[in-house]
């Protein structure tokens, strides 16, 4: 229990204001993860040293603490219980700069990404990473589950875009690894511990982010091909042109592109062309007409070469919009299908057409009323995967066999970029290797060995 004396405690250190529990807590939106408040108390710091103390304090009273950014995170990674507290990092939300010269962003861990991306887009550059929950997602939070998101075929995963951190040890003590520059070998890479840790190591506050040049004048097809392996050929003709610069393709296989359009609309878009595969793709160019024009001739030759069957470029910001929120607002699967059972997978792109194929049957073979959806990041066979239908909740057990049936053979991985949390703790205690779980454990053990970052989550 978090007794009066502890409370007493953290409130001297993050004064009255930097406490929540009771019905000031009650009116903060618990997230994606209905469990994320339950500790009851939320701390909330405004500056590492308060972090720091925060930490020494629960460190010694062996009180648990569960980090949270902006808590969009799909895979249980902020859940707390009652005898914890939440340690919000909402307050450490300075950009502290930005170097155009050195396209580097220094950015405290509560930083949302898009105000980065604002804040990059007033000097041309962007944060090289792009995810639908940007308005609440914060860099701290994004370090911390390695986030990946539509940008990362090109940029790379958020381990690729940081060049320094800063993290509040469990012990209150403060690694300062705030390196700027790409080549940094110092020993080990200690900083790449905490990237993914969900939480369970350290606290990050602050960071050193790579940025890249901002996107100019961008163009916006919707496409339909006649399968997977068509749409990965397509993506490897594309990305081979050098008169355009694909910046995203993002992948819909035909089950969730039918209901998404169909419930999102519009009626153009619910009416588009039948087809096994869709993708979304963008390109861009200095010059905004022939960003068009150049996406429609590389779409005339995939027609030509069939690999795609028909295309629709948006003409507008708004019909762009509407592409894009067929793929983005993919709650709407939740909202038609209630109580979905949902896989973050990936599968190496020369398998991606097998895999599918295989999935789509294994679920037919359950019976009509379950069905199978995928869509995700084709560049990297990031598929997310949904099985809707009435009968899921008494069958998740099969159902989950059959979707990481052969991941492991293949090459692929039973999680991609949404982290473990506590949803997929079973399976990465089953599925990797039990010297690198050891090793993980003695990490754990060596860093935080009363066990209070994040309790309960990944090891
Ligand atoms: C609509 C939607 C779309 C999404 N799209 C993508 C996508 O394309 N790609 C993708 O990768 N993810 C995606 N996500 C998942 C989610 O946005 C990411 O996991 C994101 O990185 C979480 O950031 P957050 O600030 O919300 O973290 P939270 O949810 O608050 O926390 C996530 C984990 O990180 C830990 N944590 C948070 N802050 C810190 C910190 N400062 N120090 C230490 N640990 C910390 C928490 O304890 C928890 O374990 C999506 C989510 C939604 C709701």
Known sequence: MITND???SLRSIVGANGLKTGEALMLIHPGSDPHNLDAGVMVSPGNREQVAAVLRFCNENKVGVVPHGGRTGLAGGGVSTIGEIILSLAGLNRIESISATARIAIVESGVTLQALQEAAAEVNLSAGINIASRGSATIGGMISTNAGGMEAFRH???RHRVLGLEVVLPDGSILGDLSQVTKCNEGYDLKQLFIGAEGTL??????????TPADEFTATALVACPSATHAVALLEKLQRDRSLNLLRAEFMASDYFVLAAANLGPASLAA?????AYLILETDDPDQQAAQSRLEDALGLAIEAGLVVDAILAQSEKER???WNIREDSSVVDRVHPGGYWFDISVPLHALEAWLTRFHEAIAALGPDIKGLAFGHLGDGNLHVGVVGEAVQSDKDRIKSLVYANLRDIGGSFSAEHGIGVDKKPELHALVDPVKLNLMRAIKATID????MNPGKVV
Do not use: C, S
Not at 272 to 276: R, V
Not at 449 to 452: A, L, Q, S
């Open 449 to 452: 060995p009363n066990g209070i």
């Open 272 to 276: 588009f062309t039948d087809a096994p």
């Open 6 to 8: 502890i409370l007493a």
């Open 156 to 158: 790379g995963v958020m």
């Open 202 to 211: 350290g606290v990050v506050t602050r960071a050193v982010i790579k940025l």
């Open 321 to 323: 919009n509407e592409i």
